[in-house]
């Protein structure tokens, strides 16, 4: 790689944006993983490409158009499978399919051509402007500040919901406060890898973190790390090798987490013999 | 005047149109040590359940310390049957245990110390001191238990309810977990659901048999007796020791 690579600002850019976006991806990732609702980030994450129609057809930064939207789908799969007691895959299939079309008809709508889809879809670390690494920063903040408040009844909700219930603990209520959190992840995690990708790094860091992991806390730090890993060196093989940096983050994520869990099995299935 | 911990006044529940519980009344006062016993699908896991403000009753009343259920789960210790949870779940017994002081804090509120050495303590109670920084997951089915158990109490209620904590143990866990209640009944007041009705028998105060939802009799002397076992179990039943313990004045209806 090119030595004066940091001098580029795109470059800076991009660098911050992994690191920063790991933080989310950390924290949130392991509540994902250890309360098994991946496929709820990722209907999320594609209903919020309704937002990214929103964004185009208003001509705002697409992001602003992301936020309502994944925090809406957020509520609103969770109010509708607690409350309506309506079957959470079903609410979750038909959220991700509506946010889809509800984007695609509103970038119809928009005049002209639509600049970037691409990398809203599919990601683009290096093109993430100055102005949503602020962004990233300020819901790394919320994300953190909120799971430091209330750690104690996020562990308990994912470990336990109805003993959770029985010690008076809001399970609900804290039940959409995590969706909310995996909401505004999934904003940040759009510029890294792209809606149709969020739900990987939003579960695989995670997944291998467990492994290793004694803790919540520590399973956090680790999959922070690990997540910061995967973006990094993702986007260093991506611009070597010329190829689209969301895709590769993912792939490497990917093939560490097939790795992980082969050594796993293969120590495992040695110890029994 | 012995304070009342539990009222249920002619308590119906129905769950998807069947009637689990009907027409139940029964009072339950401190010190009691009340064994809840019956059939599979009559109605017990519901009854705890109702106390506990996880199931609303369809009819009738219910009070526990006074108020609607779920008013005070501070003062309320559960010991769930199983616990269904992922063995990779990256969590320590003490950290587990140390959620059972969840009812005594608001959500913004940390564990303190106070809060550490009550689930040391409780830990230390049920004999697995030594296993406090074991992962949760590599425990022994007897071993969690015991976790569930130290959980209930690490919050020090004044209300025990267990649901066939003996379900998963061997014969010695048993014996130790009956020793233990035997103990904890001296400062805690305590309701019992087990099939485990020959050995209960030398422990607990009351019996309450539920049968297809209705409270079959309570015992006079405390122990389900053959006869009563054979009125409320569809199987032959022998029950060939009697040790009836003393038991304070009664006030089920039967």
């Not at chain 1, 809203?120 to 909120?146: E, K, R, S």
């Not at chain 2, 050495?117 to 001191?129: I, K, N, P, S, W």
């Not at chain 2, 422990?203 to 053959?226: A, H, I, K, Q, W």
């Amino acid at each position: 790689m090119n030595g004066n690579i940091f001098a580029f600002e795109f470059f800076r850019n991009a660098v911050l944006a992994s690191l920063l976006a790991s933080i989310a991806c950390g924290i949130v990732g392991s509540y994902v993983v250890v309360k098994k609702i991946g496929f709820i980030s990722g209907g999320i994450a594609h209903t919020a490409f309704g937002g990214i129609g929103l964004g185009y057809y208003l001509g705002i930064n697409p992001l602003f158009g992301v936020i309502p939207f994944s925090l809406g789908a957020a509520i609103a799969i969770g109010l509708l499978g607690r409350k309506a007691k309506v079957a959470e895959d079903t609410a979750i299939a038909a959220f991700w399919a509506v946010g889809m079309a509800v984007g695609v008809i509103l970038i119809g709508l928009t005049p002209g051509y639509a600049p970037n889809l691409f990398s809203y879809l599919f990601g683009n670390i290096l093109t993430v402007p100055t102005g949503d690494l602020w962004m990233i920063a300020m819901l790394d903040l919320v994300i953190a500040g909120v799971t430091w408040m209330f750690g104690k009844e996020f562990l308990a909700i994912s470990f336990d919901e109805e003993y959770a219930e029985v010690s008076g603990v809001k399970t609900t209520l804290f039940y959409l406060l995590l969706l909310c959190l995996i909401a505004l992840t999934v904003v940040i995690l759009v510029r890294i890898v792209g809606i149709v990708l969020v739900i990987a790094l939003l579960t695989i860091p995670a997944a291998i973190a467990r492994v290793f992991s004694r803790s919540l806390g520590g399973m956090m730090l680790l999959a922070t790390l690990f997540s910061a890993f995967f973006s990094l060196a993702g986007l260093w093989i991506s611009y070597e090798l010329d190829v689209a940096s969301g895709a590769t983050i993912i792939i490497l994520a990917g093939a560490a987490f097939l790795m992980v869990h082969a050594g796993r099995l293969i120590i495992s299935s040695r110890q029994a013999r | 005047m012995t304070r009342e911990i539990v009222r249920c006044d002619r308590l119906g529940v129905e769950l998807g149109g069947v009637r689990v519980l009907r027409d139940l009344s029964f009072s339950v006062v401190e010190g009691d040590f009340m064994a809840i016993v019956g059939p599979n699908g009559g109605g017990k896991t519901t009854l705890l359940r109702v106390l506990l403000g996880l199931q609303k009753a369809s009819e009738g009343r219910v009070e526990v310390f006074g108020e609607a259920p779920g008013s005070h789960p501070e003062k309320i210790g559960y010991v769930p049957q199983r616990l269904f949870f992922d063995r990779d779940f990256p969590l320590g017994v003490r950290e587990a245990v140390l959620m059972g002081r969840m009812a005594l804090k608001t959500p913004f509120q940390h564990y303190s110390k106070t809060d550490r050495a009550a689930a040391e303590e409780a830990l230390q109670l049920v004999g697995l001191g030594a296993l406090g920084n074991r992962r949760i997951g590599a425990l022994s089915g007897g071993e969690l238990q015991r976790v569930l158990i130290a959980r209930a109490l690490a919050g020090k209620p004044e209300l025990l309810l267990l649901d066939e904590p003996t379900a998963s143990v061997d014969p010695e866990m048993k014996t130790s977990l009956y020793d233990l209640l035997d103990e904890l009944k001296k400062s805690i007041t305590i309701l019992l659901v087990t099939h485990d009705t020959g050995t209960v028998s030398r422990f607990v105060g009351r019996v309450l048999c539920l049968n297809c939802g209705m409270v079959m009799r309570e015992n006079p002397e405390g122990t389900p007796g053959g006869e009563v076992a054979r009125q409320i179990y569809p199987y032959p039943v022998d029950l060939l020791v009697h040790h009836p313990s003393e038991r304070p004045e009664s006030n089920v209806k039967p």
